[in-house]
């Protein structure tokens, strides 16, 4: 009795021990990968709508961890750093996709696991460097792929975006995940506008002010230096900074399409650089961007989907606020700008034209949550805060000033500046801060702004930003912002890389590492500061996190720059 009880027992627990290793097989573990913060202020603009149709359309991508990333510095400074014996000596892009290629393992296991839900091989895709396994199916698969819910969510501009709260992924390869698009991010760029809404007309210049001049222009300003405090053109970028007259230039802005379609995003959340078709929330058609075939010596069209040369400077509009996705996507954009740096493309944006606010001018208040702008925590500006880029701020003449006095902050608008809650401070700027700190020590606590002196400052630079006369369908209007400044030194870096290659050299590329190396490059920025939430940065003898470096001079940039390697 007793032993057949046993046996009993024994086939019983056998049994139970077999459907369990059954039910494993059947459905393996997944765990929560990544989850919507639940006071993350940027989602609550985005109104649910309802459930996303199954049977929708959906191409998703897994961004695979890639490899190499903690060497990210070491490789910069390697080709950057004026006193590397490397300096100039740029990757190609197959060097780049080889050596930040996720591992074998991390691909042949992701694509197992899809095999395993029931995929068929067809559907799925990756680029060459293997960094992101593309997934075209429905939004059906996908939310039982990744045990999530899929909603509509709309905003107030009529633009419509697809989201879920949470998803999940395989625990066994949750490690090579870096992550998954679109899932929680709230990306405007992933949004599509509403059957029969408008677009809006100049919608990415909201933030920046326009201002109508007469029909006819200001006669002479295009020659004269004696409007530079009022109207920004040619002229006066020639006084204030030595920068030859280009036809089509800065201070010759010229937007005729009104369109906020205009191809200014660099695709860089995709596994390819390429043109995400739809500048959602910014308007740039100047300096820089490959497709700009009123530059000389750019290639018309738009760029390939592929890893590709461009003109080698690209000028990105400043996104949004550093919180408004989440760490890992900012992360994942941060590694692909240094990447475009190691093969030799400079990479430039306005550091935000809502000074130590975000780009709406709010700050973030206690509970997480919007403040109006006049108190909070400061909000820092997204890509200024990747490490490896060059943010620049905006300055002005002062006002009736001549370009013979020093600019001081622009006051038209307040210019972004601070310091990175995300980005760890890179190398090229810690002599730079740690002197801000020991002499101009703002006394903010850590309620206020990460002050713990280790995070990633910006701007790098400032650059005349207020004012220029530009013509916008047709018309002649005077535009401000850090979106100007940042194109004019786009511009002064296309003009220096046509210098170096008329000798044989390379690009510039990422420039940081000499821009801090040589301070007599610059004019020192000391009057106004960058402020928003109540409080704000003064810009101080040095760099600070209102003007950066201060000001430069084309003609000693170039000086600096043809004598490198
Ligand atoms: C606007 O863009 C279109 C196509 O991109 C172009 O053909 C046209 O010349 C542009 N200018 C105006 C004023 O429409
Ligand atoms: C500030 O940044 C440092 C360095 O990245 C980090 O260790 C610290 O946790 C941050 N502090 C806050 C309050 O976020
Ligand atoms: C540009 O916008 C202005 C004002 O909003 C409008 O009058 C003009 O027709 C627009 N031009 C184009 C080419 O869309």
New binding site residues.
């Given amino acids: 009795m007793v032993f057949s009880m046993a046996a009993w027992l024994c086939a019983v627990l056998s049994v139970a021990t077999l459907v369990h290793g059954l039910g494993r097989a059947e459905t393996p573990t997944k765990v929560v990968h990544e989850k919507r913060n639940t006071v993350t202020r940027v989602h609550d603009k985005w109104i649910k709508k309802g459930r996303a149709e199954a049977s929708a359309p959906l191409t998703l991508r897994i961004g695979l961890k890639q490899r190499n990333l903690e060497r990210a510095e070491e490789f910069m400074n390697a080709v950057s750093h004026p006193r590397s014996e490397t300096y100039g000596k740029h990757w190609t892009p197959e060097e780049v996709a080889e050596a930040f290629a996720p591992s074998d393992e991390a691909v042949a296991e992701t694509e197992q696991w899809l095999i395993d839900e029931g995929i068929a091989t067809e559907l799925v895709s990756k680029g060459s460097d293997r960094a992101w396994i593309r997934l075209h199916t429905t939004v059906g698969v996908v939310e039982t792929l990744l045990d999530a819910v899929y909603d509509v969510y709309e905003n107030e501009d009529g633009l419509q975006i697809i989201a879920c709260g949470s998803y999940s992924v395989l625990a066994a390869i949750r490690g090579h995940i870096d992550l998954i698009v679109p899932t929680v991010q709230f990306d405007e760029r992933e949004s599509v506008w509403k059957p029969g809404v408008e677009k809006p007309?100049?919608k990415g210049l909201s933030s920046a002010k326009i201002k109508k001049l007469p029909p006819s222009g200001i006669p002479g300003v295009d020659s004269s230096e004696s409007f530079c405090s009022d109207v920004m053109a040619s002229a006066c970028l020639q006084a204030l900074y030595n920068m030859p007259m280009v036809k089509g230039g800065a201070g010759e802005l010229t937007l005729?399409?009104?369109?906020t379609d205009m191809p200014i995003f660099l695709d860089v959340v995709g596994d390819v650089f390429c043109d995400s078709g739809r500048g959602a929330t910014g308007l740039f058609s100047h300096a820089g961007y490959p497709d700009q075939a009123a530059l000389p010596g750019a290639p018309a069209g738009p760029p390939p989907c592929s890893l590709y040369r461009t003109t080698g400077v690209i000028v990105l509009p400043h996104r949004n606020s550093e919180d408004a996705f989440p760490a890992s996507y900012q992360a994942r954009q941060c590694s692909e700008y240094m990447k475009l740096g190691l093969m030799g493309v400079t990479v430039v944006s306005g550091s935000g034209d809502a000074g130590t606010a975000g780009l709406g001018g709010q700050c973030v208040g206690r509970d997480g949550t919007d403040t109006p702008g006049e108190y909070g925590r400061f909000t820092p500006v997204f890509p200024n805060t990747c490490p490896w880029i060059t943010s620049v701020g905006g300055t002005a003449l002062p006002q009736g000033g001549s370009v013979g006095d020093r600019e001081i902050m622009a006051y038209e608008f307040q210019s972004g500046g601070g310091f990175s809650d995300m980005f760890r401070q890179p190398a090229y700027q810690a002599n730079a801060v740690k002197k801000y700190y020991d002499d101009h020590d703002p006394g903010y606590d850590a309620s206020q702004y990460n002050n713990s002196r280790r995070v990633r400052g910006y701007p790098d630079v400032a650059l005349a930003s207020q004012n220029y006369q530009a013509v916008?369908?047709?018309?002649k209007v005077a535009v401000s912002g850090t979106w100007v400044s940042s194109s004019i030194l786009g511009e002064m870096i296309l003009m220096i890389n046509r210098e170096r290659t008329k000798v044989g050299k390379g690009p510039v590329g990422f420039m940081n590492t000499v821009l801090y190396e040589h301070p007599e490059l610059f004019v020192d920025v000391v009057k106004g500061g960058s402020r928003g939430c109540g409080f704000g940065f003064d810009a101080v003898d040095g760099w600070d996190p209102a003007s950066g470096l201060g000001t430069t001079d084309y003609e000693m940039l170039k000086k600096v720059f043809m004598a490198l390697p």
């Fill in positions: 007309n100049m005729e399409n009104n369109s916008i369908g047709g018309e």
